[in-house]
Each structure stands twice: as C-alpha cells, then as structure tokens.
C-alpha cells in the first residue's frame, strides 16, 4: 500500500470520529429539546441512515485497499475540495441550528423555525452536504462502486426520512408559512 492508501484510510477514520462526536453533540442537543418541550419523532429508518453513513466508510476502505483503486490528483483535489465543501455546508447548518440540530427526527417548532444561514435558501441544507459528501469522499481516492451503492441505497433511505421529517414540520403553521416554498435541496430548483 501506497502513501496515498495510508493518508486515505487516516481521512476515513476521521471522519468516522467526527460522526461519532456528531452523535454525542445530537444526543445533548436531544436532551435539551426534550426538557423544551420538544418531542422525539418515531423514525424505523433511522438505523438504515447509520448503516449507509457507516458503510460508506468502510466501503471505501474495503474498495481501496483491496481492488487496489490508484489515487488520481486531479480526481482526488477535485472531490477532496468537495469533500471540504460539503463539511462546511454540514458545519454552518450545525451552527446555525445550534440546539435544534439533531441527528434524529424531533418536533421542536414550537420552539421556533430557523431560517437564517442555509436555511434562507433551502429547506435541508445538511442533506445537501451529505449528499456531497457521499458522493465525493470515496471518490477522493476513485472508490466509484461505493459511491454508485452509497447514493443508490442513500437516494431511497433520505426519501423516507425527508418524507417523515416533513410531516412533521409541514405541520406547523410556522413553519409551512417560512419555509414551505423553499427548495429542499438547491436553490432555484423545482
């Protein structure tokens, strides 16, 4: 295994790292909402959004290491600049909610709608920078069948969670009056 194998597998484990630290942040945040007043939306899919971001890890180790995939700079600068993007886009979304952002589905409207940062734009920023992500940090080092499985299983398994996260927020009057003819995803897009 090359340099560029051994650096590939250092930004994975990172970036698993930071997943978990995100769930630990998610779980205090929950904790909050809920002695807010807030209310944890039952989600049966969720485990299936922990299996795809956890697989796409090491599905992108596996690949590398043992197809041998060969890093191609202009590729890897290409979507490791994406990579970044997508991470500041999550990032600044994170900030932006600050208590309200979790991981899970909760109905916290009443405890207001935010729709300052990303949000003045669309309605799931953080979805757009996942998706990103998804399809750029396997990439980074030319893992191209995880990427096609991660955003094939990605595709179905976001559908049903935007479809029970919208249900929930749709159904605040405050929240369809901010944000309901928002994009979900780009600005200027459907």
Do not use: C
């Not at 597998?9 to 978990?20: F, Y």
């Not at 202009?74 to 993007?85: E, H, P, Q």
């Not at 299983?153 to 969670?161: A, G, N, W």
């Not at 479809?163 to 929240?175: F, I, Q």
């Amino acid at each position: 295994m090359g340099l560029s194998v051994y650096l590939y597998l250092a930004l994975l484990a990172t970036v698993g790292v930071l997943r978990l630290v995100e769930l630990r942040i998610s779980r205090r945040h929950q904790q909050r909402m809920i002695a807010g007043g807030a209310v944890r939306v039952r989600e049966p899919h969720f485990k299936w959004m922990v299996v795809v971001h956890t697989g796409v890890l090491i599905g992108a180790a596996l690949e590398v290491v043992l197809l041998h995939r060969p890093f191609l700079p202009l590729l890897g600068a290409t979507m490791l600049v994406l990579f970044l993007a997508s991470n500041l886009m999550r990032f600044w979304v994170i900030r932006t909610l600050g208590n309200l952002w979790s991981v899970q589905v909760m109905d916290s409207t009443r405890m207001g709608v935010v729709t300052t940062g990303p949000f003045r734009f669309v309605r799931h920023p953080n979805y757009t920078g996942v998706i990103l992500e998804m399809i750029s940090l396997p990439l980074i080092h030319t893992a191209w069948i995880t990427t096609v499985v991660t955003v094939l299983i990605f595709s179905f398994v976001l559908s049903l969670r935007i479809r029970a996260e919208e249900n929930v927020l749709m159904a605040s009057p405050e929240y369809r009056a901010a944000m309901g003819r928002k994009p979900r995803f780009l600005p200027g897009l459907f």
